[in-house]
């Protein structure tokens, strides 16, 4: 079965400064990986997702991630986060042997300091 | 593109009275669609996998006669939450799944905020 793990649950950043938040999955394969970001009361939206070949990912606004086969670990990052970017982010495995079906990570708050 | 959208955006019912929540993918074909569940400041669950034209399959824990899923046609998915209880009271997004771009992913829907009183 597959699992994800974000061990972040809050990270309060200051605006302009860097982020990072941390992913790390549990799969007997090669997983599907997704970041998605959901501001409250809303729907996901999707940042960025890997499938296979390059292992940096680039996504919208200015966010990256990086998948590492061998640390079990898919970060995403931003260099300098903007006060649109306080909400919750969940990392996410899918898998085709799984029907394509999503697990998500508990996902993480990040809320910016002016 | 891959705009996925729900009705209603919230809904609220009385104990007892049944709900259905609409899910349609406006400018794609979805032979798959899936629905989730999310609790506030909790992760999504997923409760079940609805194909278009067959049963939908359910997760462990999940029950369909309480859930009721139905994917008619590839851009419509509907789920009904039968004699519905407070603890049913949710916030339920649905998600639609595109090959296009030689990979897959799900877009998801805005959501639906049931309150059963």
């Known amino acids: 079965a597959q699992s994800v793990t974000q061990p972040d649950i809050h990270i309060t950043v200051s605006e302009g400064a860097s982020l990072e938040l941390r992913c790390n999955y549990s799969y007997g394969a090669t997983p599907y990986l997704f970041w998605y970001v959901q501001s409250p009361g809303q729907g996901l939206q999707l940042l960025l997702k890997y499938f296979s070949g390059d292992t940096l990912v680039q996504g919208i606004k200015g966010f990256e991630a990086e998948f590492k086969r061998s640390q079990s670990s898919f970060n995403l990052r931003k260099p300098s986060v903007h006060w649109s970017d306080a909400a919750e982010y969940f990392c996410?495995?899918?898998?085709?042997?799984?029907?394509?079906?999503?697990?998500f990570g508990g996902g993480t708050r990040v809320l910016v300091k002016p | 593109g891959a705009v996925v959208s729900q009705h209603p955006s919230w809904v609220i019912c009385k104990s007892g009275t049944s709900v259905k929540i609409e899910c349609r993918s406006l400018d794609f074909q979805a032979t798959t669609m899936f629905w989730y569940r999310q609790f506030p400041k909790q992760s999504l669950m997923l409760m079940a996998t609805s194909n278009e034209g067959s049963k939908a399959t359910y997760e462990q824990g999940v029950e369909k006669d309480k859930f009721l899923i139905n994917h008619a046609s590839l851009t419509l998915s509907t789920l009904t939450v039968t004699s519905a209880h407070p603890e049913d009271s949710s916030f339920y997004i649905c998600?639609?799944?595109?090959?296009?771009?030689?990979?897959?992913?799900?877009?998801f829907g805005p959501g639906t905020r049931l309150t059963v009183t």
């Open positions: 996410a495995v899918g898998a085709k042997a799984a029907g394509n079906k999503l697990t």
């Open positions: 998600s639609a799944e595109s090959g296009r771009g030689g990979g897959y992913e799900q877009y």
